[in-house]
């Protein structure tokens, strides 16, 4: 079955720093989401992407970051001057145009030091 | 902004019991979601409803509309049901709002 993929499976990073996550999302899926999770707190939404554009974004999503479908298969989350609140799993989800199920990847631990 | 409440925050179960978690959101939608985070922390879509009722093996998931209530039944519970299930919430297909989860443990 098919699934979304997202690497690394865990990033430790010093404040300040640049970190780009990866997710190859389902190959027929036309959207494409990032979440987070700070630990103990519930999942927010971050952004939304849709025909290499950004269809919505949340009032986390400032200007440190940014989204990027560099070659048509991969989804990158760039995170540019990592600050410790930023210390979260982040999940990559994608789905059809058929339907709005979502399929989650299994996220990227990032740990900002 | 829709407010997505769910409880119990933690329920604790002998194996075999019916389970019933409860979601209720405060603004209309057009599709809810419910989803299992493992102790790993992955996420995996269980059921995404728009009315009635939907069925999965021992999972069972209702929807009221008029109430903006939904339900997730397990029947039959079985240690490995063991995880954090989450209530979540959009306007058509776009981004979800989330509810803060039912931590379920399932005891032997």
């Known amino acids: 079955e098919p699934e979304v993929t997202q690497t690394p499976s865990h990033q430790v990073t010093q404040m300040g720093q640049e970190v780009i996550l990866r997710c190859v999302p389902i190959?027929?899926?036309?959207?494409f989401y990032w979440y987070r999770q700070i630990l103990g707190q519930k999942v927010e939404f971050l952004v939304s992407?849709?025909?290499?554009?950004?269809?919505?974004k949340s009032e986390i999503f400032d200007d440190q970051f940014s989204v990027e479908r560099p070659d048509g298969s991969n989804f990158t989350l760039k995170i540019r001057s990592t600050k410790l609140e930023d210390s979260a799993m982040y999940f990559c989800?994608?789905?059809?145009?058929?339907?709005?199920?979502?399929?989650f990847g299994p996220g990227t631990r990032l740990t900002v030091l | 902004k829709n407010e997505v409440e769910q409880s119990p925050q933690n329920l604790t179960a002998q194996e075999g019991e019916f389970i019933t978690i409860n979601c209720s959101y405060s603004?209309?939608?057009?599709?809810l979601h419910w989803l299992q985070q493992h102790p790993g922390g992955g996420i995996v879509s269980l059921f995404m409803?728009?009315?009635g009722k939907k069925k999965h093996g021992r999972l069972i998931a209702t929807i009221n509309i008029q109430e903006k209530h939904s339900s997730l039944h397990i029947t039959a519970s079985h240690p490995r049901d063991s995880a954090v299930y989450i209530c979540?919430?959009?306007?058509?297909?776009?981004?979800?709002?989330f509810g803060t989860g039912t931590r379920l443990t399932i005891i032997p």
């Open positions: 989800a994608s789905r059809s145009l058929r339907t709005d199920t979502q399929y």
């Open positions: 190959s027929n899926h036309l959207y």
């Open positions: 992407f849709y025909n290499n554009e950004i269809s919505e």
């Open positions: 603004v209309g939608i057009s599709a």
């Open positions: 409803l728009s009315s």
């Open positions: 979540a919430v959009s306007p058509a297909g776009e981004k979800l709002t």
